[in-house]
């Protein structure tokens, strides 16, 4: 499965580092080092955002309107076009929520990587519609190709995609709790229950006479079939993923930074 560094290696025809250096006046090693220094802070703002289902609306919807970022992706020209800055900073928002929070992380990255913290910020938008380009690729491919699709028509199913997301992880489900919604994946298919367990030997031979003496002789029901909606979920989240080794102290202050981010401010709920 391709993750965040993968994608980042293969944008451009493989010349994103190239570009990036150019069309910001700095060597193809500094910009390599700008995109490494804030691959980690994007994986961790998208794992985020995934553990609500407002903050898979958030990350599915700018994936449904990054078809120019996937263009874009895929060209082998430097710059990023007027029409794709919007889609850039959109992309940051469902990353990290907010332009403090952007400020915060182009600051942090710029020290990671030894560059001006004003380059980092203009640099951040071409990099996350890169991301996002290489996301919507990887989403279209991976069974969310159709869902992609209607909403870049105008919406995701009817109910919405907040309704769609519910139906399927269950809409008794807490959005504002950062648990791990792929948990409530199974539970979703089997109709809030566990999977039924497969039973062997004499126990199962005593099940399966108690069954039919139960049912009348009916056949079982079938078993569930899977929601491709949640494997697919399941598969971009996997994308999520850094991809390569990040040191420890980098890591701890990127965590550090998240969790001020996300603590409740003073006189706000939390």
């Known amino acids: 499965m391709i993750n965040l560094f993968d994608i980042m290696q293969g944008a451009q025809g493989g010349h994103a580092y190239q570009n990036l250096a150019s069309q910001f006046g700095i060597g193809p090693q500094q910009a390599q080092q700008a995109v490494e220094a804030v691959l980690p802070a994007i994986s961790l703002g998208l794992q985020q955002q995934a553990q609500t289902i407002e903050g898979w609306q958030n990350i599915l919807s700018t994936l449904g309107q990054s078809q120019n970022s996937a ?20 992309a940051l928002g469902s990353m990290f929520g907010g332009p403090e929070m952007t400020q915060a992380i182009a600051q942090q990255a710029a020290q990671f990587a030894g560059l001006p913290a004003t380059i980092m910020q203009q640099m951040l938008p071409v990099i996350a519609a890169m991301v996002m380009g290489g996301l919507f690729k990887g989403a279209a491919n991976s069974g969310l190709g159709g869902i ?16 769609m997301l519910g139906g399927m992880f269950g809409q ?24 039924p367990q497969q039973q062997g030997g004499l126990g199962g031979m005593f099940g399966n006479i108690l069954n039919t003496m139960m ?7 079938p078993p569930p079939q899977a929601d491709p909606l949640g494997a697919g979920l399941d598969m971009l989240k996997g994308m999520f993923e850094t991809g390569k080794h990040v040191q420890s102290t980098q890591m701890d202050a990127w965590q550090q930074m998240f969790n001020q981010f996300s603590r409740p401010r003073d006189g706000q709920p939390g």
């Open 148 to 163: 992609l699709g209607q909403m870049m028509q105008g919406g995701a199913a009817q109910g919405g995609l907040g309704g």
């Open 71 to 90: 263009q874009f992706y895929d060209s082998d020209g430097d710059g990023i076009p007027d029409h794709l800055e919007n889609e850039g900073k959109n």
């Open 172 to 195: 008794g489900m807490n959005q504002n709790n950062p648990g791990n919604v792929f948990s409530n994946v199974l539970g979703g298919m089997f109709g809030g229950q566990q999977p």
């Open 215 to 221: 049912t009348g002789g009916r056949p079982p029901e």
